[in-house]
């Protein structure tokens, strides 16, 4: 017997996809969904259930993104879905800023598959959601987790790669190689997706007016903010705050 009939024979076998969709229940920091073309919820894990305030998956069942966010943001999350469907091409590990299900804001993975019936025609999608902390379980994080809690420490504040790498003991160059290593990114990108996260903060959790927010964290005016903001989590600081005020 051939590999690709012993695997046929196997996944016939299987009794739908409770297995699978039970597995994401036991994976912590990971946030399981399934939707249709039509972009109606059809299965999510109960992380996502939570994340939406919903008490059952019956409850989520035909349920649209307009029904949880509001429409700017919604929008957003079904343009994506549909990329996904019309072009058959995945969307891998892109960078957002979300809510866990503590409701504490951080960065987050986000990765999306088209979904296929048994004809090869796609019919939805399915995606997970989960914590960008990953990379650092496989490295020597020291000097990287002390640049990480300086950064955060004084994100209201202009600090350089030269402060980062002070703080963490070490060359700036020593420090470029191993953030790179660590997270994929620069010191700079750093220190500035930590003021990021930190205004998306402020965003959700006061009414303070967004000039004011982008000026307390070291930006110059709202527009380079804007810009910054929306180049990184994929909404304007308006979108992202009406979709997760407090």
Known sequence: MTAVRIQA???ARMEGSQTLRELFEHIPGVFFFVKDAEGRHITANRAILRRYGVKNEQELVGA?????????VAKAYREDDQKVITSGKPIIDRLE?????QHHLDWFLTTKLPLRDKSGEIIGVVGIIRRDGERMRHHDVREVAAAIQYARQHCKTHITTTDLARAAGVSERHLNRQVQKTLGISPYELVLRTRI?????????????????????GFCDQSAFTQQFKKRTGMTPRQFRLGNRI
Request: glycine share 0%.
């Open 9 to 11: 024979d196997f996944f």
């Open 197 to 217: 996260q930190s205004t998306a903060e402020a965003l959700a959790q006061t009414s303070a007016p967004i000039i004011d927010i982008a000026l307390n964290h």
């Open 97 to 101: 800023l979300w809510y866990d299900e």
């Open 64 to 72: 649209l993104a307009e029904d949880f966010f509001p429409a700017e």
